[in-house]
């Protein structure tokens, strides 16, 4: 592998400038002549516009223009879009209520934007904001998805009868009742999946730039895939032709989904910035972060899962309401369908399953991917149901999940899912070992002594990432293909850039994709740059979400590598006046098998490019560039497990240990991965422990708007994670990688909870397990 | 943040002159509350008095058993103030947990009294320690001093300038932090003076900000141990309820919190 190659533990190239200050956000960027905005945002979750009255803003000092929706909408500017198509059982397309970038007509939830303010500075932009006197009529507000769909409740939009804008299934229904009917034993429960609120450490922030003189758009954003932004923004809302919009995501400090989206402020921001004739740059500040980041979960379901007289599951039937919040975000309708559904199977050989899932809206923020983005939903609600089952029937929860692991693959679940390869068997007897279950009863026995209830619970989860094949999600409803772009570009004196679709934020793609090419030909990755966040540097790229960019990214660079490989043989083969067939790259030369003949890699480089001496009809430079599009999503799994220590006089919960066994197939960089893993538990753990967000449900208020009331984890909630990995590499990608973004935070929650009902007794708990709640359960009859 | 004009008193008179002549002047201490708040716009005052550089208002002294903690003094000066662990180390305890880090070195003993959160920890011990608080005008007792949510006996212009209390023979601070923002949910100061006398306050909890629990003041009078607090109840009915703690949950904070006090003590 070499020091710096692949499976190396090289320290991040990126580090330095994020460490000493030096990265450059979006909020970084200053131009000549810039002005700042400031949104107006609703303060009520659902209303009548009934008129806006600006002309007292626009008076103030230092205004350069307030704008507002019947102007946006008289300028062409279009609706916000979700980009994939659902169908309900009954054939009918998902019913898509309008999203106006600017509301002028109503608002439905707390923060919807109703005009914008540019001025010369934040405050006075502030003070004119204040001064927009919009006149509301305040309409009956409904928070709670399955209250929505009751008769006689506020209708957000006209287009979605019953605020229901799809009801989906998959599976076979009539298969599964008839499990259900046979079985044995049959375990339900209530699983609700809480709303959560993403929090990247950088808000969002957006600088629209208009040139008069091309007619030229620039847009810096907070984004995770500015060509996907590009695209969307030019082909459906109709601010700028592609070739006129350039999209620049700088360093971005934090995604976890929630950047993913087009937002109405980049939209805005670029139409301003026109109107107004000056660059105009917003940034979000932590209030309007929580009111508008797309939140996510917010699932409430109901299970059977149905075993024969050996205990192995025979069917699994799933009711699922899904809260879409306000409006349908970009990814929200494949979130809760096939990103969710598909994954209901878990490790387990389950002959039968059917889920349905309704989709509502309501007067709340809307509700898109968040870290693991439908799979923690579905384990969770596996992964519990599975731990209630063994406590029914009496089994150990580690063999009834043993009983019904999948061992030979590929395996071909009911629920679309094909999977090519795993070993969950060895992540389970990993984490064992390592949270030394066998000696857990000698544990809680001491525990006792001291007045602590002490729990142990796992959880077995797999997932599905390197989303994805394009003509498959194509065919599920998808607007999109999930293919990767990359460009390896030689230059003359052989350094070397590496051009990609995929987006770094936090990942530390700067050094795990130059790992790729100092493992290849030998060179040090610091004569590797990786280029990326930029629509005029990559020219096309679908960027980074749902732990596809090792996959899928990766996998493009690879395959541009190839191609820059076979020509730097071609090349040196000619200088050395060997075949190329027997050229090999080693430590930055190329050399003669079995000779002493060497080119070293610049000279090889500077060859191309003087062009003094190719082989004959060879074009000058070294530059090539590829796409991937994967043949089958990747399947990172693995085993959880959490011991926990209840105080039952106040309800705190304390992890003990935390032991997560996972199967990532190939590793590039083990450090990043056990980065990753870090921080995918203790965002599983915040879901688990702490994190909720509340709406009033009288008036649609959001009660945790900042960190007062929103309770993020801190270091001081988490204990030291014992992490490992035992890889099967995946067969179906170059590099044999699965993905390992996004697994902690999918894999924990469920053994979290299930180590605390395990410690008080008491099933019915739900997330956040605060304290009070824990308290009130362990002295509850289960 | 709305404009405002700051101004730097260089001492206690020149401070209350200050805001005497402003339109709407706030003093400034420490600000860990009042700068927060404007910076969301939810307060405007016209004018800044800032007290950090009033040295008559800095400072911890200890004389025998009675002890004066200057208003301007900060959390951590509080917490590492060897003169004041020697005498009563629950004080110190509790400025020690109070916010982190940066409140501690910003936030002051005087700010947090004259604000009066309901969740903020030093109310609690003035009422156990039944400190005086001392005016620039007057003096005046901590059982007369808070009276309600954010509510305190101040009159308008009237500056804290120090705390005064006699140290007690045990005391301790137990608090029971809202996983979010990390202020106290149940707060317990119990003291108990040389003549057996017992004071326990509670913060946090009370919808109507920082009180005394008479019932195990009582208890603990006639039997200082944490089993003497078993029988009694706490009514949860004057409690405050919120998304992360009902009534209820707090009542049995405020009992298990007085526990623990009364055992670390």
């Not at chain 1, 200053?30 to 806006?52: L, Q």
Request: glycine letters at 8%.
């Amino acid at each position: 592998m070499g020091v710096e190659g692949i499976g190396a533990r090289v320290a991040r190239k990126e580090d330095k400038r994020f460490l000493t200050g030096k990265g450059r956000y979006t909020d970084d960027m200053s131009v000549p002549g810039m002005k700042y905005a400031i949104f107006v945002r609703s303060p009520y979750a659902h209303a009548k516009i009934r008129s806006i009255d600006a002309a007292a803003a626009r008076a103030m000092p230092g205004v350069i223009d307030v704008l507002d929706g019947k102007q946006l909408l008289a300028d062409g500017i279009g609706n916000l879009i979700c980009g994939w198509m659902i169908h309900s059982k009954d054939g009918s397309p998902m019913k898509m209520g309008a999203w106006r970038p600017l509301a002028h007509e109503t608002v439905r939830y707390v923060g919807d934007a109703v005009a914008i303010v540019v001025a010369d500075s934040i405050a006075e932009a502030k003070d004119a904001a204040e001064a927009v006197v919009v006149d509301y009529q305040e309409l009956p507000v409904v928070t709670d998805a399955t209250k929505a769909l009751e008769p006689g409740q506020p209708q957000l939009h006209p287009e979605a009868p019953n605020n229901l804008i799809f009801d989906w299934q998959i599976g076979d229904p009539a298969a599964t009742d008839k499990a259900i009917a046979s079985a044995a034993h049959v375990t339900e429960i209530t699983i609700h999946n809480n709303r959560l609120s993403p929090n990247p450490m950088e808000p969002r922030a957006t600088l629209g730039i208009y040139d008069g003189g091309d007619d030229h758009y620039t847009c810096y954003t907070t984004s995770q895939n500015p060509h996907v932004a590009r695209l969307v923004m030019s082909a459906f809302y109709n601010v700028a032709p592609e070739n006129k919009l350039r999209v620049i995501a700088p360093d971005v400090g934090g995604g976890f989904g929630s950047k993913i989206y087009i937002y109405p402020e980049e939209i805005v921001c670029l139409w301003a910035s026109k109107r107004t004739g000056v660059p105009v740059k917003w940034t979000s500040d932590r209030t309007e972060a929580f009111l508008t980041d797309a939140h996510g979960r917010d699932h409430l379901s109901t299970v059977k899962m149905a075993f024969d007289a050996d205990n192995r599951i025979i069917g699994l039937k799933v009711d699922t309401t899904a809260n879409l919040g306000a409006y349908m975000s970009l990814f929200s309708s494949a979130v809760p369908t096939y990103l969710y559904a598909t994954l209901l199977s878990g490790q387990y050989d389950i002959p039968a399953i059917h889920a349905n899932v309704r989709t509502v809206y309501t007067n709340t923020a809307p509700v898109d991917a968040y870290r693991g983005a439908g799979r923690p939903e579905a384990t969770y609600l596996l992964e519990r149901t599975m731990e209630t089952a063994a406590r029914e029937l009496g089994v150990s929860p580690a063999e009834l999940r043993r009983v019904n692991f999948i061992r030979s693959f590929p395996h071909q679940t009911p629920v679309i899912m094909n999977y090519d390869a795993g070993d969950y068997e060895a992540s389970l007897d990993a984490a064992m070992q390592a949270s030394d279950w066998n000696g857990f009863a000698a544990r809680k026995a001491e525990a006792a002594k001291r007045g602590m209830k002490r729990g142990i619970g796992m959880s077995c989860y797999i997932e599905a990432c390197g989303i994805a094949p394009s003509a498959a999600v194509g065919s599920l409803g998808a607007g999109v293909g999930l293919w990767e772009s990359a460009e390896v570009r030689v230059n003359a004196v052989g350094t070397i850039e590496v051009l990609t679709g995929s987006h770094s934020h936090g990942q530390g793609h700067e050094t795990t994709f130059a790992q790729l090419v100092a493992d290849r030909f030998g060179v040090p990755i610091d004569s590797v740059n990786i280029v990326h966040g930029d629509t005029d540097k990559v020219q096309m790229g679908m960027g980074t979400y749902g732990s596809r960019s090792g996959a899928v990214g990766m996998s493009a660079v690879v395959k541009a590598l190839d191609k820059v490989e076979a020509k730097a043989k071609k090349i040196a083969a000619h200088l050395m006046e060997a075949d190329e067939s027997d050229i090999v790259i080693e430590n930055g030369e190329l050399k003669v098998a079995g000779t002493d003949k060497t080119v070293p890699w610049f000279q090889m480089a500077l060859a191309a490019y003087t062009a003094h001496n190719l082989p004959p009809g060879m074009e000058p430079g070294l530059k090539e560039g590829a796409f991937y599009d994967p043949a089958n999503f990747t399947f990172p799994a693995g085993c959880y497990i959490c011991e926990v220590e209840v105080d039952p006089e106040t309800g705190v919960t304390k992890i003990i240990q935390f032991v997560a066994a996972d199967d990532f197939g190939n590793i590039i960089n083990p450090m990043i991965v056990e980065g990753q893993v870090h921080g995918g538990l203790a965002q599983g753990i915040g879901q688990a422990l702490l994190e909720g967000v509340h709406y009033d449900p009288a008036n649609g208020q959001l009660l945790t708007a900042s960190y007062m009331d929103y309770a993020m984890p801190r270091a001081d909630d988490l204990p030291s994670f014992t992490v490992s990995t035992s890889n099967t590499p995946c067969p179906n990608n170059p590099l044999g990688i699965k993905g390992c973004g996004e697994a902690g935070a999918i894999g924990s929650p469920p053994a979290l909870i299930n180590a605390i009902t395990d410690a008080i007794g008491n099933n019915r708990l739900t997330m956040p397990a605060t304290p009070q709640k824990v308290w009130a359960a362990a002295h509850a009859a289960n | 943040m709305y404009e405002t004009h700051y101004h730097r008193a260089s001492s206690i008179q020149d401070a209350v002159k200050l805001k005497q002549a402003a339109e709407e002047g706030k003093y400034l201490a420490g600000g860990m509350t009042l700068i927060p708040t404007m910076k969301q716009r939810l307060a405007a005052p016209t004018d800044l008095v800032d007290l950090r550089h009033v040295a008559e208002m800095r400072g911890i002294k200890v004389t025998g058993k009675t002890v004066r903690i200057g208003a301007a003094t900060t959390h951590s000066e509080v917490a590492s103030s060897a003169e004041l662990a020697a005498v009563c180390p629950a004080i110190c305890g509790l400025a020690s947990h109070i916010g982190d880090p940066h409140v501690r070195h910003m936030g002051t003993i005087g700010g947090s009294i004259a604000n009066n959160d309901p969740a903020a920890d030093y109310p609690s011990a003035m009422l156990a320690l039944d400190a005086t608080i001392v005016t620039d005008r007057r003096e005046i007792a901590a059982g007369d001093f808070f009276t309600g949510l954010f509510e305190t006996a101040l009159e308008d212009g009237e500056l804290v300038t120090a705390i005064t209390f006699e140290a007690p023979a045990k005391a301790a601070y137990q608090k029971f932090a809202n996983p979010a923002s990390r202020y106290a949910m149940a707060g317990v100061f119990v003291a108990r003076r040389d003549n057996g006398d017992v004071r326990v306050a509670v913060t946090g909890a009370g919808s109507n900000g920082v009180f005394r629990h008479r019932d195990m003041e009582a208890a603990l009078s006639s039997n200082w141990s944490p089993d003497a607090l078993a029988s009694v109840t706490v009514d949860a009915s004057d409690l405050l309820s919120d998304i992360h703690a009902d009534a209820t949950y707090r009542a049995n904070l405020v009992k298990v919190m007085a526990k623990r006090a009364v055992a670390a003590a």
